[in-house]
């Protein structure tokens, strides 16, 4: 049942372009909204610099790099505090400190999770009822912000195609990498990448442009790249790619196209590496390597890796829906977006 290329008359595709740009710009926060998770973390924050006057409190995640999407009020807060120890036990051990004194601070269902891979305490604020999750010292998230950020600034075609394809994962219900599936991190990487690989190029890939004008180094791992994102304004501009195209784009390679044997999708070359290259070929442990997605800096980390034999099958159910809706439907954009 392959895709015969303009199979959709022009007149359907133009269209679906602009419900999609109507979805799109209802997505966005609202300024309210904006202003509630400014407040939590101002509240936040000053619970924090009360134990620890010399840390940081940073923003990561969609709230800092615009891909947030509204009705999905979580912030994602960063306690940077110069001269710790980066081993996740030390975390850990700051982790439940966090969560004593963030329940002391009147913060509701906190849920200190010391033992996680990154280790987190989860809670919502009470004068507001945003929700926040709080790591220590995790710079590599705050860097890997700024990078999708700085890719979010090339061209307005990725914030669209990420807000589309999250939205699409959170009703179909494949956004949960705790249950199998895959995190927004992890979609927004697939769309940057997807980009990358059009004809022409939509995005350029920042990690292989030299010089690097941003240069930081996260414990191991160099997270170099090219980010005078104004000298790159237009790199796009000969992709007239609409975002119909874009989105039919997605579902048809992680639907038909993907190599799942053998492929690595690798934003931070901009091309495909295989599994045998990265030695992700066999399970280890509980790192099964079904889908293969490298993070752009911590190159021992596979995104995909959470992924397993049955939530494998229902995200190709999923990627496969969502093509043949697109492909068959005159009108798709309500059956695609059907709440699972
Ligand atoms: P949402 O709007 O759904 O909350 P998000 O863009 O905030 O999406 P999350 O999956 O919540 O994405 O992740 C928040 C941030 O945490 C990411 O931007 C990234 O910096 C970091 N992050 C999340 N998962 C990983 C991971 N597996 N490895 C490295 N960094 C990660
Ligand atoms: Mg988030």
């Known amino acids: 049942k392959a895709y015969v290329p303009g199979a959709k008359p022009k007149a359907e595709l133009e269209a679906l372009d602009k419900e999609l740009l109507e979805l799109v710009a209802e997505l966005q926060p609202t300024p309210e909204e904006r202003q509630r998770q400014q407040d939590a973390l101002e509240a936040v924050r000053s619970a924090l610099v009360k134990r620890w006057p010399e840390c940081k409190v940073h923003l990561f995640g969609s709230t800092a790099n615009q891909l947030s999407i509204c009705n999905n009020n979580d912030i994602d807060v960063c306690l940077e505090l110069p001269g710790l120890p980066t081993d996740a036990n030390t975390k850990g051990e700051i982790v439940e400190e966090l969560g004593d004194l963030l329940m002391e601070a009147g913060m509701q269902n906190v849920l200190p999770l010391p033992k996680a891979r990154v280790p987190v305490v989860k809670f919502v604020v009470g004068d507001n009822s945003v929700k926040v999750d709080i790591t220590v010292n995790n710079i590599l998230a705050i860097v890997n912000t700024k990078l999708l950020a700085d890719y979010v600034k090339l061209d307005e075609r990725l914030l669209q195609l990420c807000c589309i394809v999250k939205h699409w994962a959170k009703r179909r219900q494949v956004n949960d990498s705790y249950r199998g599936t895959l995190s927004s991190y992890c979609y927004v990487l697939m769309c940057i990448h997807l980009l990358q690989q059009r004809q022409p190029a939509i995005l350029p890939c920042l990690q292989s442009l030299k010089p690097a004008t941003f240069q930081r180094t996260v414990g191991q791992w160099m997270c170099d790249y090219y980010d005078d994102v104004e000298q790159l304004k237009g790199f796009g501009s000969a992709n007239k790619e609409s975002l119909s195209e874009l989105v039919w784009a997605f579902f048809e390679h992680w639907a038909w196209k993907h190599d799942y044997n053998n492929a690595v999708v ?4 901009g091309g495909f590496l295989t599994k045998s290259q990265k030695e992700w070929t066999r399970r280890v442990g509980n790192e099964r390597h079904l889908v293969c997605i490298e993070d752009p800096f911590e190159l021992t980390h596979d995104l995909g890796r959470t992924v397993d034999r049955q939530t494998n099958g229902v995200l190709h159910k999923e990627f496969e829906r969502a ?18």
């Open 266 to 269: 690798s934003v931070r070359t």
């Open 323 to 340: 093509a043949c809706v697109l492909r068959d439907l005159p009108s798709p954009l309500e059956k695609l977006l059907e709440p699972y």
